[in-house]
């Protein structure tokens, strides 16, 4: 704080900044890429109406297990962060924030009510906000789990609409937000939407921050032009530790691009989706030559059944039936029947539950059938290749099990 | 108006009873769970859908403007 100053937020400052981040076409950071001023502007005209002022929500749960940036922005720019708030809630009209972190994180939740105290000692008469610490599963921190959460409920999904923006926390509209697109909220507020399309391309300016991990010689989080080319993110990071065959772009909820031939893939998300990935949080594995892509989406997608919310039933008993099967090609080395019953499964999924959870599951099997068909061909045919041995490059948090909701035989 | 059929899928409780009324429209999945053929119902099934709207045990089958309706 005493670094930066604070930010001019004065009278006239909240419209004037929606217009700002609208013009720098900053996109959401947190996965689903949605454009920041379209959000903020349909918050804002919510705001006008009878449901009362707007609440703006910070999201740093970052329930992706490969992915770190969150993590880091918040221990190493904490201020970035509540500036970002201070200027979204001023953009939307918004009386009250709150900053939502993983609740297995003590520490790093005491730093934050510290630099949140340090803001109010210091007078800057900004919105209030408050720290919420949150349970950490995967589907917890899709937007209307946080709001239903911040009601005191549950977090879980809900059956949307209302979506947050039209009816969110306490029924007024809610500006649920990333903490990266917050920063980035932050950044334009001080240096304008020109200084952050200095960086990135035409269809998607300015930067983002990509936790890189799995085979490169120096994993961690780096922020990055988006456009850059995936090979010039791997040598970034290091460059390969052992010969790649595929990457998985945008996390559990992305998909697999084979290696080498998507190096001269730009990370961006229009880039990423044209070749059958995403950009979702900004997380790049790069899976080696060592591992069995089949065994590592596998063990993936059993982690993320086990996530399901257990509120819709495709997603509750449609993932656990994939992953049986999937699990018994890759380490029995399953057999035609299973190969087929997975292959009708996977399209009875997408759409079919309150949140996209499920379809982003599912997507991900069905990359893995694209740029692993050679490898699954092989464990059908002669059972698991060796590979399945090697310790996974994937990270799969352990205690992933499903909490208790309504109980049912599945029929 | 065009109408088509939506089902919440939180309070959907897989009894079924709207695949019976309305096979045309609405199979089953393996786990017991509605199908809804995409587009809009077609004007000569409107009382049939009607009909599975007012039978579905849970209220989670619903009659809606197309427009409305998500993506």
């Known amino acids: 704080m005493e670094r ?82 201070a200027a979204a809630a001023a953009a939307v009209g918004a009386t009250e924030a709150y900053l939502c972190v993983d609740g297995g994180r003590p520490q ?119 456009g850059t080319r995936l090979g010039d993110l791997v040598a970034l990071a290091g ?64 982690y993320l059944a086990g996530q399901s919310a257990g509120q819709c039933g495709p997603c509750q008993y449609g993932l656990p039936d994939i992953s049986r099967a999937l699990d018994h090609i890759a380490w029995r080395g399953g057999d035609e029947r299973a190969d087929a019953w997975m292959r009708d499964l996977l399209p009875l999924i997408p759409g079919r539950g309150a949140c996209r959870f499920p379809d982003g599951a599912v997507g991900l099997v069905a990359s893995a059938l694209r740029v692993f068909g050679a490898d699954l061909e092989h464990h059908l045919r002669h059972g698991p290749c060796p590979r399945v041995a090697r310790a996974p490059v994937l990270p799969v948090p352990a205690g992933g099990e499903r909490p208790a909701t309504r109980s049912r035989e599945p029929r | 108006m065009r109408r088509v059929l939506r089902v919440n899928p939180i309070t959907c409780d897989a009894h079924g009873v709207c695949a019976d009324l309305l096979p045309e429209l609405i199979s089953l999945d393996p786990w017991g769970y509605p199908v809804i053929a995409p587009g809009p119902v077609p004007d000569d099934l409107i009382s049939h859908a009607r009909r599975a709207v ?18």
């Not at chain 1, 217009?19 to 705001?47: C, I, N, Y």
């Not at chain 1, 921050?209 to 799995?214: K, V």
């Not at chain 1, 059958?276 to 997608?301: M, N, Y």
């Open chain 1, 4 to 85: 930066y100053g604070t930010l001019a937020l004065g009278r006239g400052a909240g419209p004037r900044l929606m217009a700002s981040v609208e013009q720098a076409g900053l996109t959401g950071r947190g996965g689903a890429g949605f454009p920041a001023g379209r959000k903020m502007r349909a918050v804002a005209g919510g705001a006008r109406g009878r449901a009362g002022p707007a609440v703006v929500v910070g999201n740093g749960v970052e329930s992706e297990p490969a992915s770190g940036k969150d993590a880091m922005l918040l221990s190493q720019s904490p201020h970035l962060v509540l500036d970002g708030i």
């Open chain 1, 239 to 302: 460059g390969a530790a052992e010969p790649p065959q595929a990457i998985l772009a945008g996390g559990y909820f992305g998909g697999w691009l084979p290696w080498p031939g998507t190096a001269d893939v730009p990370a961006s998300g229009p880039g990423l989706r044209a070749a059958g990935g995403a950009l979702g949080a900004g997380v790049l594995v790069v899976l080696p030559e060592s591992a069995c892509g089949i065994a590592e989406t596998a063990r993936v997608f059993r």
């Open chain 1, 108 to 226: 790093r939740a005491r730093r934050l009510s510290a630099a949140i105290a340090e803001r109010v000692t210091a007078g800057i008469g900004e919105v209030p906000v408050e720290l919420v610490t949150y349970p950490s599963r995967y589907v917890a921190s899709e937007e209307s789990a946080l709001v239903n959460f911040l009601n005191g409920g549950s977090a879980i999904p809900g059956y949307v609409p209302p979506r947050p923006f039209e009816r969110g926390v306490g029924g007024r509209p809610t500006l649920v937000n990333n903490v990266e697109t917050l920063a980035h909220i932050a950044l334009i507020a001080r240096y304008g939407p020109e200084w952050f399309g200095s960086v990135g391309t035409p269809e998607a300016p300015g930067s983002a921050l990509l936790t890189i991990s799995g085979a490169v010689r120096r994993p961690g989080v780096y922020e990055v032009a988006l």
């Open chain 2, 54 to 71: 007012t039978a579905c045990p849970t209220l989670a089958l619903r009659l809606e403007s197309e427009r409305r309706s998500r993506g």
